[in-house]
Nanobody, 122 residues
Framework: QVQLVESGGGLVQAGASLRLSCVAS????????MGWFRQAPGGEREFVAT????????SYANSVKGRFTISRDNGKNTGYLIMDSLKPEDTAVYYC???????????????WGQGTQVTVSS
């Protein structure tokens, strides 16, 4: 079993930056693909970014490409999502997820965190 805990959300103005963190425990983090998803009020959960176990391969949703960066530090069992040039439409609860297989953009992840709120004001 893997436990994921996100942190770093908050209220910021448009154009600002935030760094979300996801700390994993309970299983070797280095053996898991990590992903970030988000869910806006009234919306469905959507893919944001994913990173392979070795940290080399990454993939992003078109809506965040060029503004968000996913990374990981396997030695610290921690993943990150650096969000630059935030827009009001980025407002959502952001979830960290992990899976035993390779990177995918679907929600087919085995483990999920509880989420952290990101609110971007205009």
């Amino acid at each position: 079993q893997v436990q994921l805990v996100e942190s770093g959300g908050g209220l910021v103005q448009a154009g600002a930056s935030l760094r979300l963190s996801c700390v994993a425990s309970g299983r070797s983090f280095g053996g898991l693909t990590m992903g970030w998803f988000r869910q806006a009020p009234g919306g469905e959960r959507e893919f944001v970014a994913t990173i392979a176990q070795n940290g080399i391969y990454t993939s992003y949703a078109n809506s965040v490409k060029g503004r968000f960066t996913i990374s990981r530090d396997n030695g610290k069992n921690t993943g990150y999502l650096i969000m630059d040039s935030l827009k009001p439409e980025d407002t959502a609860v952001y979830y960290c997820a992990a899976r035993r297989g390779g990177p995918v953009q679907s929600s087919q992840y085995d483990y999920w965190g509880q989420g952290t709120q990101v609110t971007v004001s205009s």
